[in-house]
């Protein structure tokens, strides 16, 4: 069952948006559906962990933390 929603966003922003869904052959909606799968999905095996780990591996930490400092909030 599908559910509507209301975004908001720069009229232009969703202009340009509409117009490449259409060069592709699709519609906003269905691309906005596909992102929101995607965004939801949580890695099912370890390669999939490992796969999102790697696209991640430009982060660096040069910092380490105390106890205390880990444990602020």
Known sequence: MLKNITLSAERALIERARQRAEQ???????????????????PQTTSDLVAL?????????????????????
Do not use: G, I, Q
Not at 24 to 42: D, G, I, P
């Open 24 to 42: 592709n052959n699709t519609t906003l909606n269905s691309e906005f559906r596909r992102w929101l799968a995607k965004y939801v999905e949580v």
């Open 53 to 73: 780990m790697n696209r991640f591996s430009y982060v660096k930490n040069e910092k380490t933390f105390t106890r205390d400092e880990l444990n602020e909030r």
